[in-house]
């Protein structure tokens, strides 16, 4: 499994703004979005560092908090020691991880179990769940998947390229435990198409 490396914390432009930092040299994924909530020991992203790859998480202790910006370089570009990755604020109508009345949220985050991560998009297109209209979708939630496994296909100028499960961790296999994007919306790079949580 990836090794886990805590993320730098620094005073945000704004009085009640977090900056999340680059604890190391490398190149960085980002998995969060802004609008997403995260709390300590949520993951955030992977960092690669010449062959070696870490799971960046939020430092304990840190109460939960929302992802207002991303000021960080794209998906998959290197990024430099203390290297801005994202700005957080307070989560405002959140107490001890649940939601109070009126509280904004990102049902998709907060209802997931431990140790889920995303499956992201890698490019711009239109995704398709099922390799045809007929044809069962190539997964479902509750599904056991293993790296390398079809779990969609993404349209690009009538081209069609698979989306693979691709997720370092999972030697065991994944259990998918949430599809977030349905049948032939259009997806940009780094968007959530699922969740999958070790089995």
Do not use: C
Request: charged letters at 20%.
């Amino acid at each position: 499994m990836p090794a886990t490396l805590e993320a730098l914390i620094r005073q945000g432009d704004q009085p009640e703004q977090q900056l999340v930092a680059s604890p190391a040299v490398g190149t960085f994924r980002p998995w969060a979005r802004p609008g997403d909530l995260v709390q300590a020991g949520e993951a955030l992203g992977e960092l690669t560092t010449l062959t070696k790859r870490a799971v960046i998480v939020l430092p304990r202790p840190s109460p939960i908090l929302r992802v207002a910006s991303r000021p960080g370089p794209p998906g998959g570009a290197p990024v430099d020691y203390a290297s801005a990755l994202f700005v957080l604020e307070p989560a405002a109508g959140l107490e001890s991880g649940e939601l109070t009345p009126g509280a904004q949220s990102d049902p998709e985050l907060l209802d997931l179990p431990p140790g889920a991560r995303p499956i992201l998009a890698s490019i711009e297109g239109q995704f398709y769940r099922s390799p045809n209209p007929d044809a069962p979708p190539f997964i479902q939630e509750g599904d056991v998947i293993k790296r390398g496994q079809v779990i969609g296909l993404v349209e690009v100028m009538k081209f069609f390229y698979e989306v693979t499960f691709e997720l370092n961790g999972f030697e065991a296999g994944a259990q998918v435990v949430r599809v977030v994007v349905e049948d032939g919306v259009a997806v940009s790079p780094d968007q959530i198409i699922a969740y999958v949580a070790p089995v």
